[in-house]
């Protein structure tokens, strides 16, 4: 059984570029959801998918934005890429049945920008 | 929104001994806190959680206790082992209407001396 997979697992981009990272959940997982890890520091939410809709967006600019596909996978996208945006981007993936709460965490994706 | 408080930020005790971690959550609302040990360069990992009807659950070494009137919650490791050494985070969550937004707090470097 796959779990959560997240692509790519690295990458360096320069300010004020674009990035799209991507996110697979668990075969049968409905929600979707983005945290951002900087260094030293717990996890951030950033946006919540349920059944390809917005259920949540966490304190972010608008240079974020998400969308989540048919098939559950999602897209997490940061425009006019800043130093500060540096940081592990973690995708969680949920069954969001009745009483199902247990989030389940991809590798994450190490984004440097520079 | 909802504010995790966690402490200590490090703890450093000797193979063998106990250790406790402890965190307040600000929003009434939130029923569901799981705690997650996250080791350098991977995933956060879930190993305990507790539901707000509840108020202590046990794991073999791991233990939770939650008080609602008091809004903090505690992670007790018990005959600790070198391998317990990684950053545990907690976190507060309201589970309910399809919303899963975890609020973390920041994290304890747990470190386990020979």
């Known amino acids: 059984d796959a779990g959560v997979t997240q692509s790519p697992t690295h990458l360096i981009k320069t300010r004020g570029q674009q990035v799209t990272l991507r996110c697979s959940p668990i075969s049968g997982h409905k929600s979707v959801s983005w945290y951002q890890q900087v260094l030293g520091q717990g996890p951030q939410f950033i946006f919540q998918y349920y059944e390809k809709e917005e259920r949540g967006r966490g304190n972010f600019p608008d240079r974020f934005s998400a969308r989540q596909f048919p098939n559950y996978s999602s897209e997490l996208n940061v425009n006019a890429l800043l130093l500060g945006d540096s940081a592990l981007y973690l995708c969680?993936?949920?069954?969001?049945?009745?009483?199902?709460?247990?989030?389940?965490f991809g590798q994450g994706t190490r984004l440097t920008v520079v | 929104g909802e504010n995790v408080e966690q402490h200590p930020s490090t703890l450093s005790v000797q193979e063998g001994d106990s250790a406790v971690i402890k965190c307040t959550y600000s929003d009434s609302a939130s029923n569901y806190f799981p705690w997650y040990k996250q080791e350098l360069g991977k995933r956060p990992q879930l190993i305990i959680d507790i539901r707000s009807n509840v108020g202590e659950k046990k794991d073999q070494r791991i233990a939770v206790t939650l008080n609602k009137t008091a809004k903090h919650f505690s992670l007790h490791i018990t005959e600790t082992q070198p391998e317990d050494s990684a950053v545990y985070f907690c976190?507060?969550?309201?589970?309910?209407?399809?919303?899963?937004?975890?609020?973390f707090g920041k994290g304890t470097k747990l470190s386990v001396i020979p």
């Open positions: 976190a507060a969550h309201y589970s309910g209407a399809g919303s899963y937004q975890l609020t």
């Open positions: 969680a993936s949920y069954a969001a049945g009745v009483g199902d709460t247990e989030a389940f």
